[in-house]
């Protein structure tokens, strides 16, 4: 036998341990780092450069369209065989009297943008009265059809319009879907009336079709007038839809969006499969020359998770834009209808995270801005 002689390691002693459990724990923090290294989650950067050298795209005082006011547009994507031309669908209104507050109804007209687009010098063609294609029918629209939102589902070929139906006397919009395989044909439109009959009031919808995916289409909608956010509705049909309980996207105290969120277009995937998600924003503390009027409009954005769009990732902290331009203030010698806003409700997809954005400007004028995302884990 081979005695080996040594000094026996005395496993009970506090200092063994004292020595293994540290070891443990820095086993366990190495393995914890790794594991939230590749788990994390990405965080999005996202940026907005004004184009068309810092000018409105559509604006009255330029001549050529027949209603003061041109804002507040839709993307149009116009299919013809293999070729694809661009064009938005415009909210249009006129003044009823000399005092810039006092409007007519709303109707919505198609302006072709000139193809290619140049970021530099973006040509949008006038609005005419035959450029508009669709207009107030029956007494649940008299005052006006306003702010469209268009989804296009290639699938089927159809254009869903949403948009604000206005009843007059007592003035209340209701989020309403029309449809139709001819946008530029303005008798083409079918009517499926108002999404929410039961709930007096609504507007603002952002549709997403989700063909291809498991499980409804979904429907981000309000303007926080109904509660303290906005509301997420399914469909398995894209024409009748049911509201899920609880709010998305709550106005946040002591910040942009502390007095209003309102759904913007629809939400668009990015290169990693989550949507991005736009939207609009209000606060309260910017006087103006209109009166009772101190609300200042701005954007926001959201990233949505792309296999739940419901689960929300990310949010913006700060506005992506406010209003900064005399014609989006609404500053002589521009219009200002409704001073200190930008809204958006219009976008078209470019690729590589980059989107050119339509937008309302002091609901007078049309801008038009690319926004980018960066995606970093």
Known sequence: ??????????????????????????????????????????????????????NPILDSRSGGDIYRYNYNAAYLPLFNDATTKDAILVRCQNATAEQPYSVGQSVLGASLLQD?????????????????????????????????????????????????????DPIVPRLALATTTTPLNISSWVRHGALFPEIKSSKSGAMLIRDGFAGP???????????????????SDLISWSNLPGIFLPMRQDSFDSALVEAGPMPLPLSDGNYLFIYNSARHGYPSVKPGWDLQYNVGFAILN????????????????????????????????????????????????????????????????????????
């Not at 080996?4 to 086993?27: A, E």
């Not at 289409?217 to 469909?235: K, P, R």
């Open 1 to 54: 036998k081979l005695l080996i002689l040594g000094k026996k390691k005395n496993t009970t002693s506090p200092s063994f341990f004292l020595t293994n459990m540290m070891k443990i724990c820095i086993w366990m923090m190495i393995v914890y780092l790794s594991s939230t290294a590749i788990n994390a989650a990405p965080t999005y950067t996202v940026s907005v450069k004004r184009v068309n050298g810092g």
């Open 116 to 168: 290619p687009i140049d970021e530099d010098d973006v040509i949008a063609s006038p609005i005419q009265e035959k450029e508009i294609v669709f207009e107030p029918q029956g007494p649940n629209e008299a005052y006006g059809t306003e702010d469209p939102r268009i989804v296009f589902r290639s699938s089927d070929k159809t254009y869903y319009l949403l948009y604000s139906a206005v009843q007059n």
């Open 217 to 235: 289409h979904y429907l981000f909608w309000g303007d926080s007038s109904l509660q303290n956010g906005l509301t997420i509705a399914t469909s």
């Open 306 to 377: 792309g296999t739940d769009p419901t689960q929300m990732i990310q949010r913006s902290d700060e506005p992506i834009l406010s209003p900064e331009l005399p014609w989006e203030i609404g500053t002589e010698p521009y219009l200002g209808l409704t001073p200190n806003v930008v809204f958006l409700q219009g976008w078209k997809p470019l690729g590589n995270d980059t989107f050119l954005a339509f937008y309302g400007a002091a609901d007078s004028v049309l801008g038009v801005a690319i926004i980018s995302v960066s995606i970093s884990n």
